[in-house]
């Protein structure tokens, strides 16, 4: 068995793995998100990580073909999903008599996008994904839970410094339309979407050599960067354009805005942002994006919005939904490379146990017992020296120690030492556990 | 995009996809044995699902290749895990000099297993796994917490009705030694592991296939087929080979014993069962099986042992560990299909806000305030009728239903509806809250 050849460890780039005490702190934040999904009632779901190719891809053109991690197995072209979207169309296709509509769900898992690996950017990463899907119709006020969502969701991971952008993009689809450019709006709206990143110099330019004249070029860029609150930015749009779909745009963010304040949400943390476009073409309404204006350089931590064909690739039925999703990987670490990760996380580990002799099943004894009575604790029961085993306590920040001697096992009282102040009294078991569970 | 072709929606086969319902037991199970394992002070950890080939089958021989996801991804040949271990002595190969040891980590996670669909076998399946694992030698107090664990695991999801079957892999190796076949103890072992499936008389042809005596097959298969509570079991057996590496498996199923007494564990549920070998050549010492004695069909739904050399493909330092695994997936799967699975798992939507007439946004108000309140409810803002909104609140099971009509707006007073008795109030918010506080 030891004549193998050791081979180097190593990991794939692009792959997160932490520590232990940075992945206690993950887990807090995992937790946190997926209770309030659920006290929102929003129900679990948990499809597989791999799906037939043909499912995955069907609607993803050719952009998502090159990223996604696919294989042949047996007679199955197969893939590992890129997102949790494409496969919750799929369950509720194949499910629907089975659900209960509007369908509340969400989904906390891994994705894979085999993209080249760039700062930041990974290839296996965690999406925490909460979508709200209807039979058919489904009416604003889902727009408008959604967002409520994402507040609930920052305030649960103690990221109280947000701004939710939002927009519809009926706004744009309806002004490519009346300036005369509806077969060019998907292109349009890909220039405009990267405004913020190119400027508005080379975002005119662009427009310019796709063949939109410049003056309808401007009025485009005029109206995407524009935001601002609400009530104001609402009353300066609203009559650009009397284009059908342009009003539609209008009515419902007017409708959205309602029943935001009767939310009651803090309307200095979101705001009207017409250069939030999503460039996924699945959206069709509203659209939305979360930033830390504090660290605007994360760009978006939280994404979504509305589509009204969720499942037009695997049915004829057209259900309308709304969702959320929050990339929780790279999240993590941007708050971890700017040290803003929640300092909340404690070590639940309160007790070591540390045998003096030959007391290791007295040792265990106590460490039952102090279980049973809902203590975390754990017996040092390595073959180090009693120093080295007081040492590794301190290094572990374990704030209470019980050495148990030869001599304590016949009186049955027990060294007990706070390690913060190095106090120690003698006591029996009840008392160190009456001790214990005062704090 | 609507000219698409339907594709038909389909799920691979051998991959679990629970309805809601289910999942939220599913997901309840996950929560209470990672609450176990930190709650006994073992760490998170969580590894790439995707790993480099090479480490993944570095140890596997033959058999796991066939079942392997595994696939060319750009320049590098890579594998989906089939099971937790590996990557763990990958990861400390890797992070050694930043861990405490022992090391105590728990993982749960999904791995892979691309063999033939078999009634119960699963080929995407959550394990759940805990080791603690040292830098060097490793003492069995280890292995007995270990054996704990299983217990407190099995509490924690409500199966009281376990039997822990240990047994000391190196009473085998021993007696094989003892007998002159130390040349074919693995092959020995892999037919003794099946004793029960293929029989005594199968089992004693099949030794004296590979070329053992039948007086010494028939030694053998007495000795596996021992069982019993510990006391007893060990004196049956102490004396019956003076073999060194025999008496080092007695010597350590005494010592376990005395650590598993110690811990107050049942003696009911535990005992010494020579017929439990592991198919896997990693393990050492002591090995484990847990059933459900009442579902002995079940086979075994925890598993686990003592391994010497974890990190031997990896580094040239011998790192001893001990851990258990239990199958998730698959104990779901037999749990449910028996009518098993625990019913403690209560619906937490308390209040379902109905609006009547043109109300939604004091809905939305309400829903709010409940909700600052800690109380989950939901507005049904869809555009069914009202008659079919109180439906579904009874087809979905919520206990209260808060009715808004228009006139109520005025008043601000509200129709409190407890589904269960059909009792029906007038309250305010307030009164609402605190009724609602009461329950």
Chains 1, 2 share one sequence.
Request: hydrophobic share 35%.
């Amino acid at each position: 068995m030891s004549e193998n050849k050791i081979i180097t460890p190593r990991k794939l780039s692009g792959f997160m793995e932490l520590l232990p005490e940075k992945q206690v702190i993950f887990d807090y934040y995992m937790d946190r998100i997926k209770k309030v999904f659920l006290d929102n009632s929003f129900l679990p779901l948990d499809t597989p990580i791999l799906e037939y190719s043909e499912i995955l891809l069907a609607k993803s053109g050719g952009e998502v073909d090159k990223e996604v991690y696919r294989m042949q197995k047996g007679e199955n072209d197969i893939c590992m999903r890129y997102d949790l979207t494409v496969p919750l169309a799929r369950f509720i296709s194949m499910e629907k008599d089975k659900l209960t509509f509007p369908f509340k769900r969400f989904q906390i898992g891994k994705v894979f996008r085999g993209e080249k690996p760039q700062k930041g950017r990974f290839r296996e990463l965690y999406q925490c994904d909460a979508d709200i899907v209807g039979q058919d119709n489904l009416p604003l006020p889902a727009d408008a839970e959604c967002i409520r969502l994402i507040f609930e969701v920052f305030k649960a991971i103690e990221i109280e410094d947000i701004l939710v952008q939002i927009s519809n993009r009926n706004i744009l689809f309806g002004l490519c339309e009346a300036l005369g450019y509806q077969d060019k709006t998907s292109q349009i709206l890909i220039i405009l979407d990267k405004i913020h990143k190119i400027g508005k110099e080379n975002t005119l330019a662009t427009l310019v050599d796709l063949g939109v004249k410049e003056k309808d070029a401007q009025k485009l860029i005029d109206i995407t960067t524009l935001s601002g609150k609400f009530d104001k930015a609402l009353e300066k749009i609203e009559d650009i354009c009397s284009n059908q779909i342009y009003q539609q745009g209008i009515s419902e963010l007017k409708e959205l805005n309602t029943y935001l304040k009767a939310y009651n949400l803090d309307e200095n943390k979101y705001q009207l942002d017409l250069s939030i476009i999503r460039g996924h073409n699945y959206y069709t309404g509203t659209v939305f994006e979360t930033i830390m204006p504090s660290h605007s350089e994360f760009g978006a931590i939280c994404a979504g919005g509305r589509y009204d064909n969720l499942t037009s690739y695997f049915s004829t039925s057209q259900m309308q939904g709304v969702g959320i999703s929050v990339g929780l990987t790279r999240l993590f670490d941007l708050l971890d490379k700017n040290d803003l990760l929640t300092k909340n996380v404690k070590n639940n580990l309160k007790v070591e146990i540390i045998p003096l002799g030959n007391t290791i099943s007295e040792c265990l004894k106590m460490e039952a017992y102090l279980k049973e009575n809902g203590i975390v604790c754990q017996t040092n029961y390595t073959s180090s020296s009693f120093k080295s085993k007081m040492k590794q306590a301190n290094k572990i920040g374990v704030p209470y120690v019980i050495i148990i001697g030869e001599e304590e096992v016949e009186k049955q009282t027990f060294a007990f030492k706070d390690m913060v102040t190095g106090n120690q009294q003698m006591l029996s078991k009840a008392q160190i556990c009456e001790q214990l569970a005062k704090i």
